[in-house]
T-cell receptor
Framework: GAGVSQSPSNKVTEKGKDVELRCDPISGHTALYWYRQSLGQGLEFLIYFQGNSAPDKSGLPSDRFSAERTGGSVSTLTIQRTQQEDSAVYLC????????????FGPGTRLTVL | GQSLEQPSEVTAVEGAIVQINCTYQTSGFYGLSWYQQHDGGAPTFLSYNALDGLEETGRFSSFLSRSDSYGYLLLQELQMKDSASYFCAVNTGGFKTIFGAGTRLFVKA
């Protein structure tokens, strides 16, 4: 595609529900990153994929968070039993390869947990 | 721990020059990047320094000193549209990119 796309753009859910966030990276980009950004804050690294593999999952905040990537393309970030502190903008980025200096960001998914 | 320090806010007037500093302490270092983010928008890439020295791209320049663990973003001929948040980020080489908390730049007429 022309750029990184994410869906949904906004998600409002009730505490305790599961949510699934989707990221479509730029076609041909092998590296994919998930970040979380709370209001007025910097970007918190969550997880990185090289192809379908996530070498380091230590950035995920808790075991309620999981992510997968299939076919070296689309990635989903799943949050189980959502909590109010999970409310944030979840940003996805991709780069041609890992270690490339430029990451291209999607518009983000704004998650609100009531 | 790993950290990047940058000022929280900077204010400057239109047409002026402003420098946003970033100091870092990370377990690994492959390079320093700068990103711009307008309110409600996604971060967009501005520049990358892997080696010491100054990189110039139009009105924006970025500097790195690896020995001092320090870099800065220089914005010249400021325009109102430059009002945004600016993030420095370190590629640690350990499958992680660490971002600073961001510097909010206010450009006044």
């Amino acid at each position: 595609g022309a750029g990184v796309s994410q869906s949904p753009s906004n998600k409002v859910t009730e505490k305790g529900k599961d949510v699934e966030l989707r990221c479509d990276p730029i076609s041909g980009h092998t590296a994919l990153y998930w970040y979380r950004q709370s209001l007025g804050q910097g970007l918190e690294f969550l997880i990185y994929f090289q192809g379908n593999s996530a070498p380091d999952k230590s950035g995920l905040p808790s075991d309620r968070f999981s992510a997968e990537r299939t076919g070296g393309s689309v990635s989903t970030l799943t949050i189980q039993r959502t909590q109010q502190e999970d409310s944030a903008v979840y940003l996805c980025a991709s780069s041609l390869n890992y270690g490339e200096d430029t990451q291209y960001f999607g518009p983000g998914t704004r998650l609100t947990v009531l | 721990g790993q950290s990047l320090e940058q000022p929280s806010e900077v204010t400057a007037v239109e047409g002026a020059i402003v420098q946003i500093n970033c100091t870092y302490q990370t377990s690994g270092f492959y390079g320093l990047s700068w990103y711009q983010q307008h309110d409600g928008g996604a971060p967009t890439f501005l520049s990358y320094n892997a080696l010491d020295g100054l990189e110039e791209t139009g009105r924006f320049s970025s500097f790195l000193s690896r020995s001092d663990s320090y870099g800065y973003l220089l914005l010249q001929e400021l325009q109102m549209k430059d009002s945004a948040s600016y993030f420095c980020a370190v590629n640690t080489g350990g499958f992680k990119t660490i971002f600073g908390a961001g510097t909010r730049l206010f450009v006044k007429a």
